[in-house]
């Protein structure tokens, strides 16, 4: 079945740094969506992707769909203290749409 | 709009009892769904229903049951609590299926703690 493998699992950074998360997906997706958790939260849609080596920025986020819609990646620029939060990708992929969730990368930010 | 919203926030049950957590929304979506988060395993899909009267099964529905009787509403059931469903439940919406929309709507959660 298909299945989506999110790495890192966690990633500690000092202020300022860059961080990037990647998803990876067993089978090509229809398109993934993005979402940010902060500590004691709920998930928050951050936005989606459709097209083949699709990019979108939002601020200092910078997300993209790889050019075979297995794989894509958030990346954040100049890390601040109010980025801390766990990051999900979920795809959405096959006749039934099915979705399935990455397992999240965990961000810690060092001020 | 009040959104998603998901009562209680926290419960402790004992080994054996029953419990059903709520769900509503008030945004009219077709598509509701229950997911269970546990440290390490990311969101997992427990139940999910494409409207008023149908339901269907996730990747671990195992040990709860659903129903959706209006379209604002949709109840998770725990038969008799066990331990390892001790973890954090999340309802979700959405206007379009889940994997055709732009986001799912979350809402905040209920803690669940089983003895």
């Known amino acids: 079945g298909q299945q989506v493998m999110q790495i890192p699992q966690y990633q500690h950074v000092q202020e300022g740094e860059d961080f990037t998360t990647y998803c990876n997906s067993s089978?090509?997706?229809?398109?993934i969506q993005w979402y940010k958790q902060r500590p004691g939260g709920h998930p928050v849609f951050l936005i989606q992707?459709?097209?083949?080596?699709e990019v979108k920025k939002q601020k200092r986020l910078t997300f993209q769909f790889g050019e075979a819609k297995k794989n894509s990646s958030l990346h954040i620029t100049a890390t601040q203290t109010t980025d801390v939060g766990t990051y999900f990708c979920?795809?959405?992929?096959?006749?039934?749409?099915?979705?399935?969730f990455g397992k999240g990368t965990l961000l810690t930010v060092n001020p | 709009n009040a959104g998603v919203t998901q009562t209680p926030k926290f419960q402790v049950l004992k080994t054996g009892q029953s419990m059903t957590l709520q769900c509503a929304q008030d945004m009219n979506h077709e598509y509701m769904s229950w997911y269970r988060q546990d440290p390490g395993m990311g969101l997992r899909l427990i139940h999910y229903s494409v409207g008023a009267g149908i339901t269907d099964q996730g990747e671990v529905p195992n040990g709860y049951n659903v129903s959706r009787s209006t379209t604002e509403d949709f109840p998770l059931r725990l038969l008799s609590a066990a331990p390892s469903q001790t973890s954090v439940y999340f309802c979700a919406s959405s206007y379009t299926p889940p994997g055709r929309t732009d986001t799912q709507y979350f809402g905040p959660g209920t803690r669940l703690t089983v003895l």
């Open positions: 979920e795809g959405s992929g096959g006749s039934n749409y099915k979705l399935t």
């Open positions: 992707l459709v097209k083949s080596g």
């Open positions: 089978t090509t997706l229809s398109n």
